[in-house]
Protein backbone atom coordinates (compact mmCIF):
# COMPACT_ATOMS: atom_id res chain seq x y z
CA UNK A 1 0.00 0.00 0.00
CA UNK A 2 3.05 2.77 0.94
CA UNK A 3 3.82 1.79 -2.87
CA UNK A 4 0.74 2.64 -3.97
CA UNK A 5 0.64 6.23 -2.29
CA UNK A 6 4.12 7.25 -2.78
CA UNK A 7 3.55 6.54 -7.17
CA UNK A 8 0.08 8.34 -6.08
CA UNK A 9 2.22 10.98 -4.98
CA UNK A 10 5.16 11.07 -7.31
CA UNK A 11 2.49 11.09 -10.84
CA UNK A 12 0.68 13.94 -9.16
CA UNK A 13 4.12 15.73 -8.69
CA UNK A 14 5.30 14.81 -12.16
CA UNK A 15 1.55 16.33 -13.97
CA UNK A 16 1.99 19.37 -11.95
CA UNK A 17 5.40 19.73 -12.84
CA UNK A 18 4.66 18.96 -16.30
CA UNK A 19 1.45 21.81 -16.68
CA UNK A 20 4.48 24.09 -15.21
CA UNK A 21 6.52 23.30 -18.47
CA UNK A 22 3.73 23.25 -20.85
CA UNK A 23 2.47 26.80 -19.53
CA UNK A 24 6.23 28.02 -20.44
CA UNK A 25 6.36 26.08 -23.69
CA UNK A 26 2.42 27.42 -24.94
CA UNK A 27 3.55 30.99 -23.25
CA UNK A 28 7.57 31.26 -24.74
CA UNK A 29 7.32 29.20 -27.99
CA UNK A 30 10.24 30.75 -29.12
CA UNK A 31 12.38 28.76 -25.70
CA UNK A 32 15.33 27.30 -26.98
CA UNK A 33 17.04 23.88 -25.19
CA UNK A 34 18.98 26.56 -22.88
CA UNK A 35 16.03 28.11 -21.88
CA UNK A 36 14.26 25.14 -20.64
CA UNK A 37 17.24 23.99 -18.80
CA UNK A 38 17.03 27.25 -17.30
CA UNK A 39 13.77 27.04 -16.21
CA UNK A 40 14.24 23.72 -14.99
CA UNK A 41 17.60 24.65 -13.04
CA UNK A 42 15.73 27.41 -11.54
CA UNK A 43 12.37 25.35 -10.51
CA UNK A 44 14.73 22.53 -8.53
CA UNK A 45 17.80 24.57 -7.54
CA UNK A 46 16.20 28.27 -7.51
CA UNK A 47 19.18 30.94 -7.70
CA UNK A 48 22.36 29.75 -9.32
CA UNK A 49 24.55 31.45 -6.55
CA UNK A 50 24.68 32.66 -2.91
CA UNK A 51 24.86 36.41 -2.18
CA UNK A 52 27.57 37.90 -0.17
CA UNK A 53 26.21 41.73 -1.32
CA UNK A 54 22.49 42.72 -0.98
CA UNK A 55 23.25 46.15 -1.70
CA UNK A 56 24.82 45.34 -5.39
CA UNK A 57 21.51 43.11 -5.79
CA UNK A 58 19.35 46.19 -5.29
CA UNK A 59 21.43 48.57 -7.41
CA UNK A 60 21.21 45.85 -10.19
CA UNK A 61 17.21 45.65 -9.34
CA UNK A 62 16.75 49.14 -9.77
CA UNK A 63 18.64 49.46 -12.92
CA UNK A 64 17.03 46.66 -14.37
CA UNK A 65 13.65 48.37 -13.12
CA UNK A 66 14.42 51.63 -14.33
CA UNK A 67 15.25 50.35 -18.18
CA UNK A 68 12.46 47.91 -18.52
CA UNK A 69 10.93 47.73 -21.94
CA UNK A 70 7.77 46.33 -22.79
CA UNK A 71 7.63 42.80 -23.06
CA UNK A 72 4.47 39.72 -23.14
CA UNK A 73 1.67 39.47 -21.27
CA UNK A 74 2.77 37.72 -18.37
CA UNK A 75 1.58 36.79 -14.63
CA UNK A 76 3.19 38.89 -11.88
CA UNK A 77 4.41 35.23 -9.91
CA UNK A 78 4.95 32.36 -11.94
CA UNK A 79 5.91 28.91 -10.03
CA UNK A 80 8.16 27.02 -11.60
CA UNK A 81 8.21 24.38 -8.92
CA UNK A 82 5.76 21.03 -8.77
CA UNK A 83 4.99 22.04 -4.78
CA UNK A 84 5.10 25.91 -5.79
CA UNK A 85 7.88 26.62 -3.62
CA UNK A 86 10.10 28.05 -5.99
CA UNK A 87 9.02 31.06 -8.09
CA UNK A 88 9.36 33.46 -10.83
CA UNK A 89 8.12 37.32 -10.13
CA UNK A 90 8.03 39.06 -12.99
CA UNK A 91 9.55 42.69 -12.64
CA UNK A 92 7.16 43.80 -15.18
CA UNK A 93 3.13 43.10 -13.61
CA UNK A 94 5.50 43.43 -9.86
CA UNK A 95 6.41 47.01 -10.26
CA UNK A 96 2.64 47.66 -12.08
CA UNK A 97 1.13 46.66 -9.34
CA UNK A 98 2.99 48.40 -6.73
CA UNK A 99 5.47 45.81 -5.48
CA UNK A 100 8.11 46.52 -2.88
CA UNK A 101 11.39 46.33 -4.57
CA UNK A 102 13.38 46.10 -0.88
CA UNK A 103 11.14 43.25 -0.15
CA UNK A 104 11.80 41.42 -3.92
CA UNK A 105 15.56 41.98 -3.41
CA UNK A 106 15.35 40.48 0.44
CA UNK A 107 13.28 37.28 -0.89
CA UNK A 108 15.84 36.91 -3.43
CA UNK A 109 18.99 36.96 -1.60
CA UNK A 110 17.47 35.01 1.65
CA UNK A 111 16.33 32.42 -1.62
CA UNK A 112 20.14 32.87 -2.59
CA UNK A 113 21.12 32.19 0.63
CA UNK A 114 18.82 29.67 2.36
CA UNK A 115 17.11 27.76 -0.20
CA UNK A 116 18.88 24.21 -1.40
CA UNK A 117 18.15 22.67 -3.99
CA UNK A 118 19.13 19.44 -4.80
CA UNK A 119 20.54 17.76 -8.02
CA UNK A 120 17.94 15.61 -7.69
CA UNK A 121 15.72 17.29 -8.02
CA UNK A 122 17.11 18.85 -11.50
CA UNK A 123 17.23 15.75 -12.34
CA UNK A 124 14.29 14.33 -11.52
CA UNK A 125 12.26 17.44 -13.40
CA UNK A 126 14.26 17.07 -16.35
CA UNK A 127 12.74 13.41 -16.49
CA UNK A 128 9.82 14.90 -16.15
CA UNK A 129 10.79 17.01 -19.45
CA UNK A 130 11.63 13.56 -21.76
CA UNK A 131 8.57 12.30 -20.79
CA UNK A 132 6.59 15.17 -22.28
CA UNK A 133 8.95 14.78 -25.37
CA UNK A 134 8.37 11.30 -25.71
CA UNK A 135 4.70 12.33 -25.49
CA UNK A 136 5.50 14.96 -28.17
CA UNK A 137 4.09 17.80 -25.81
CA UNK A 138 7.55 19.62 -25.84
CA UNK A 139 9.03 20.63 -28.99
CA UNK A 140 12.11 18.68 -28.28
CA UNK A 141 13.67 15.67 -29.82
CA UNK A 142 14.03 13.36 -26.68
CA UNK A 143 17.85 11.99 -28.11
CA UNK A 144 18.32 16.44 -28.15
CA UNK A 145 17.38 16.53 -24.31
CA UNK A 146 19.21 13.73 -22.57
CA UNK A 147 22.50 14.72 -24.79
CA UNK A 148 22.17 18.36 -23.36
CA UNK A 149 21.70 16.83 -19.79
CA UNK A 150 24.62 14.50 -20.22
CA UNK A 151 26.74 17.64 -21.47
CA UNK A 152 25.45 19.77 -18.26
CA UNK A 153 25.88 16.93 -15.78
CA UNK A 154 29.37 16.39 -17.17
CA UNK A 155 29.85 20.39 -16.81
CA UNK A 156 28.75 19.84 -12.74
CA UNK A 157 25.15 21.55 -13.48
CA UNK A 158 25.97 24.99 -14.23
CA UNK A 159 23.58 27.66 -14.32
CA UNK A 160 22.43 28.85 -17.96
CA UNK A 161 21.62 32.15 -19.25
CA UNK A 162 18.92 32.83 -21.82
CA UNK A 163 19.45 32.21 -25.55
CA UNK A 164 19.49 35.20 -27.41
CA UNK A 165 16.49 34.42 -29.56
CA UNK A 166 14.29 34.21 -25.74
CA UNK A 167 15.79 37.67 -24.48
CA UNK A 168 15.09 38.84 -28.04
CA UNK A 169 11.61 37.44 -28.07
CA UNK A 170 10.74 37.90 -24.46
CA UNK A 171 12.57 40.45 -22.79
CA UNK A 172 12.92 38.26 -19.79
CA UNK A 173 13.11 40.14 -15.85
CA UNK A 174 12.47 38.45 -13.05
CA UNK A 175 13.78 37.12 -9.73
CA UNK A 176 13.63 33.64 -8.74
CA UNK A 177 12.75 33.50 -5.10
CA UNK A 178 10.99 30.93 -2.42
CA UNK A 179 7.19 31.49 -1.85
CA UNK A 180 8.29 31.78 1.79
CA UNK A 181 10.37 34.27 1.82
CA UNK A 182 8.48 36.70 -0.66
CA UNK A 183 5.98 39.11 0.99
CA UNK A 184 3.96 40.78 -1.70
CA UNK A 185 3.53 44.75 -0.52
CA UNK A 186 3.96 48.19 -2.20
CA UNK A 187 6.84 50.10 -1.99
Request: no cysteine; charged share 25%.
Given at each position: M???????L???K?D????????HV???????????????Y????????A??D??????????E?ENL????VE???????????????????Y?IN???LS?????FV????E?????????R????AI??AQ??????QV?V?L?????????G????????AY?????????????????????
Amino acid sequence: MASRNSDTLFNKKEDTYRQILAVHVKRYPRLEIHDLYKLVYQGAMASEHAVSDPTQTRSRLDREVENLIEGPVEPMIDPISEDGQILRVNLRPYVINGGSLSSLNEAFVRTANEHKGTVDELERYWTFAISMAQDSELGFQVKVLLDFFKEMRAQGFPAAHHSEAYKKAYKPAYRVVAHEFLVIGRS
